[in-house]
């Protein structure tokens, strides 16, 4: 189990269809904590213990849900897990459209006592048909920095 701090983020103008005036960091530093295990085939999984949502302006938000898995794999800065959604909605009222959404979170941390880390987030919509709003914005935000703190280390005993 982990201990994760994530840094003070201030949106891009480009997140926005139409850019505020200014600027504002989102914050105060977020904490949360998660679960990491090793899986077969050098994978491990992360599950944070509560659901992340990060608002990305006027882009869909980036969210991952307490019951969802994680997989990551080992790197040179530590491990990289990787969470990504493409997802397709037709809607028919008086006319058909189809909105797709995507939504990437790669998060990397050394998995040791304490650690420093990056998060990068990206976003996405498009739509095709009658009835979509003139400006789809797209959000990529990278680098923010992420501490890590090991907390716990749980061992099963097999008998």
Same mark, same amino acid.
């Given at each position: 189990?982990?201990?994760?701090?994530?840094?003070?983020?201030? $949106?891009?103008?480009?997140?926005?269809?139409?850019?505020?005036?200014?600027?504002?960091?989102?914050?105060?530093?977020?904490?949360?904590?998660?679960?990491?295990?090793?899986?077969?085939?050098?994978?491990?999984?992360?599950?944070?213990?509560?659901?992340?949502?990060?608002?990305?302006?006027?882009?869909?938000?980036?969210?991952?849900?307490?019951?969802?898995? $994680?997989?990551?794999?080992?790197?040179?800065?530590?491990?990289?897990?990787?969470?990504?959604?493409?997802?397709?909605?037709?809607?028919?009222? $008086?006319?058909?459209?189809? $909105?797709?959404?995507?939504?990437?979170?790669?998060?990397?941390?050394?998995?040791?006592?304490?650690?420093?880390?990056?998060?990068?987030?990206?976003?996405?919509?498009?739509?095709?048909?009658?009835?979509?709003?003139?400006?789809?914005?797209?959000?990529?935000?990278?680098?923010?920095?992420?501490?890590?703190?090991?907390?716990?280390?749980?061992?099963?005993?097999?008998?």
């Amino acid at each position: 189990m982990y201990a994760l701090v994530v840094s003070t983020v201030t $949106i891009p103008a480009t997140c926005f269809a139409t850019p505020p005036t200014d600027t504002v960091a989102k914050g105060p530093l977020g904490t949360t904590t998660v679960t990491v295990w090793d899986g077969p085939e050098g994978k491990a999984f992360l599950n944070p213990d509560t659901s992340l949502s990060f608002d990305m302006g006027d882009a869909p938000n980036v969210t991952v849900s307490s019951t969802q898995a $994680i997989e990551g794999t080992a790197g040179a800065m530590g491990t990289e897990f990787v969470a990504e959604t493409d997802i397709t909605d037709v809607q028919t009222v $008086i006319a058909t459209r189809t $909105i797709n959404t995507k939504t990437s979170l790669t998060l990397t941390f050394p998995r040791a006592a304490t650690g420093t880390g990056t998060l990068s987030l990206s976003s996405s919509s498009t739509c095709t048909g009658m009835g979509c709003p003139t400006t789809n914005p797209t959000c990529a935000i990278s680098g923010i920095a992420v501490r890590s703190t090991k907390l716990a280390v749980d061992f099963q005993r097999t008998p």
